[in-house]
């Protein structure tokens, strides 16, 4: 898919970063991000730190986009949480874990950017939008701020709510959640 770009010349912050490290276009941008390492920076709440550290995850990546748009006023650029089944199919990485605590998926909230309706994904090179579609149970539009400990709620919330329609899952909210960190580092591996 093609990416709609823009020039990166806003006077602020996240933008300048950019400029410093030879990235001038956003399309640029989005795949230098999608190519950096998938994991935590040491703080989420500093985006320039995915230039600086070189990694990051689906929610501060996708941040990070967001706000350089925002600086350049590309406001038409939307990141979305979304809810997703996380299964073996959508995500073979962490089959084992959900067999081995017999769980066909966990609801896990991922982040991307949404262009025109089009949704688009630059956590890894080798994640399809397309491979979780069909799994998603609901979408949100957010602000970069709200990937850190807003993003972990609204998750949590909906994973409570899914135990209780789901009263076959053995597991409350904390345990589910630890199964949860598990398929995450599993996908950092």
């Given amino acids: 898919m093609n990416i709609p ?3 990166i010349n806003a006077n602020k912050t996240l933008s300048i970063l950019c400029q410093k490290n030879n990235i001038h ?5 989005c795949h ?4 950096i390492k998938y994991t935590r920076i040491s703080n989420a709440h500093n985006l320039s730190l995915i230039l ?7 929610s501060t990546k996708h941040a990070f986009l967001k706000q350089v748009a925002l600086e350049n006023n590309k406001n038409e650029i939307q990141l979305i949480v979304g809810i997703f089944k996380m299964n073996k199919f959508n995500t073979p ?18 982040c991307y950017l949404k262009i025109n309706e089009i949704r688009f994904d630059f956590t890894k090179p080798e994640i399809n939008i397309n491979d979780f579609k069909k799994d998603l149970l609901i979408e949100k539009e957010i602000n970069p701020n709200q990937v850190g400990e807003w ?5 949590k919330k909906f994973i409570s709510n899914w135990l209780i329609e789901n009263p076959s899952i053995s597991y409350n909210l904390k345990e589910v959640w630890e199964i949860r960190e598990l398929c995450i580092q599993a996908l950092a591996d």
């Fill in 5 to 7: 770009s823009f020039n």
């Fill in 25 to 29: 276009e956003f399309n640029d941008l």
């Fill in 32 to 35: 230098h991000v999608e190519n």
């Fill in 52 to 58: 600086e550290e070189n990694c990051g995850t689906c």
């Fill in 93 to 110: 990485a962490i089959k084992f874990i959900l067999e081995k605590y017999n769980i066909n998926y966990i609801p896990e909230a991922h």
């Fill in 151 to 155: 993003k972990s709620n609204y998750q």
